[in-house]
């Protein structure tokens, strides 16, 4: 595992890339290619003005140290609570009420109307609620009969 660049968090709290040159590149951000099909594979490292610094081909390819700071960065940006499971809806017109368990507790969201569930190629879904947070449903088949039949009639 050998990387072109070496990555720390300077006091400021922000990731800085010195490249295999010595040049040192403040408050670079990670960016995922496919956040949602390939997470952890086609990351970029880039600086304020959205100019490239470094791409990384997979996560796993890192030193761990490097492949934290990344992780813990993207956690920091991102926002997408991945759904397990429908427990309820309060109507199936629109807008109402989901209750749904996630990756990150249960909650619950106001679904504003059907064009705010968008499939994400054949298998998954991205739900907007109404604050503009999205959810995901990574496999809309593997997910419970339940949660199954409530979706079929929104979809």
Not at 43 to 50: A, C, F, M, Q, R
Not at 80 to 89: F, G, N, T, Y
């Amino acid at each position: 595992m050998t990387t072109t660049f070496q990555l720390h968090r300077n006091n400021f709290r922000q990731l800085v890339l010195t490249d295999a040159q010595g040049a040192e590149h403040i408050d670079v951000r990670p960016v995922r290619a496919f956040p949602i099909q390939s997470p952890d594979a086609g990351i970029s490292l880039v600086k304020e003005n959205g100019a490239e610094v470094a791409w990384i081909d997979h996560l796993n390819d890192l030193p761990e140290a490097v492949r934290n700071l990344i992780d813990e960065e993207l956690e920091g940006r991102e926002f997408m609570p991945e759904i397990a499971k429908i427990l309820s809806v309060t109507s199936f017109a629109t807008p109402c009420t989901w209750h749904v368990q996630t990756d990150r507790g249960n909650t619950h969201f106001v679904l504003k109307g059907d064009e705010d569930i968008r499939r994400i190629g054949k298998e998954s879904l991205l739900i907007a609620d109404n604050h503009g947070i999205h959810f995901l449903i990574r496999n809309m088949f593997d997910i419970d009969k339940h949660s199954r039949k409530i979706l079929d009639r929104f979809l």
